[in-house]
T-cell receptor, first 116, second 117 residues
């Protein structure tokens, strides 16, 4: 089966600019996650969707970050305006059904964002 | 809240050496425990998992045992290879009583492993 697709792979922007990342999960996976991985740290959950509804966005900086998952499939994560501390790898992951972490929780390769 | 602590790194070993990467956790429910591996230029991959106390996860010669009494899930391999060079992450997914997992993963900070020929 195809994996979790993310684009772009790399992005360099200036601070205060906006940026968007795209994720296409594995077909049929109801749950989609966005994680932020800062260099030297483990990934941190930003937001979790179940179909097109938000399950957990408690760690999403809502003043600058937004995410949506239209029609319960693809998802976009946006940052506006970006800050230097947003430089990180943004990982998308999907799983088959809520709580089915034992059944194929798959990560994409990530988008590496550099804010200068 | 939930947290995972991994041993300080990086770790540098010679080929065929024994590997241990320590991992301890704090969780309020009944967590499942995982080791993920990230090879250079690649995404995170599940290496092994354990879903209840005393379970042993194993894959590709790596093993880890879920120790509830010491809240630990240390990763071991008897003989490492150059191809094992990667970043290793310990993670947990908490569950409420009744076994319903939310799927959210809490990660440790990662341990860089470098194996020399």
């Amino acid at each position: 089966e195809a994996g979790v697709a993310q684009s772009p792979r790399y992005k360099i922007i200036e601070k205060r600019q906006s940026v968007a990342f795209w994720c296409n999960p594995i077909s049929g996976h109801a749950t989609l996650y966005w994680y932020q991985q800062i260099l030297g740290q483990g990934p941190k959950l930003l937001i979790q969707f179940q179909n097109n509804g938000v399950v957990d966005d408690s760690q999403l900086p809502k003043d600058r970050f937004s995410a949506e998952r239209l029609k319960g499939v693809d998802s976009t994560l946006k940052i506006q305006p970006a800050k230097l501390e947003d430089s990180a790898v943004y990982l998308c992951a999907s799983s088959l059904e809520p709580g089915s972490i034992n059944y194929g929780y798959t990560f994409g390769s990530g988008t590496r964002l550099t804010v200068v | 809240g939930d947290s995972v602590t991994q041993m300080e790194g990086p770790v540098t070993l010679s080929e065929e050496a024994f590997l241990t990467i320590n991992c301890t956790y704090t969780a309020t429910g009944y967590p499942s425990l995982f080791w993920y591996v990230q090879y250079p230029g690649e995404g995170l991959q599940l290496l092994l998992k354990a879903t209840k106390a005393d379970d042993k996860g194993s894959n590709k010669g790596f093993e880890a045992t879920y120790r509830k009494e010491t809240t630990s899930f240390h990763l071991e391999k008897g003989s490492v290879q150059v191809s094992d060079s990667a970043v290793y992450f310990c993670a947990l997914s908490d569950r409420l009583a009744g076994g319903t997992s939310y799927g959210k993963l809490t990660f440790g900070q990662g341990t860089i492993l470098t194996v020399h020929p």
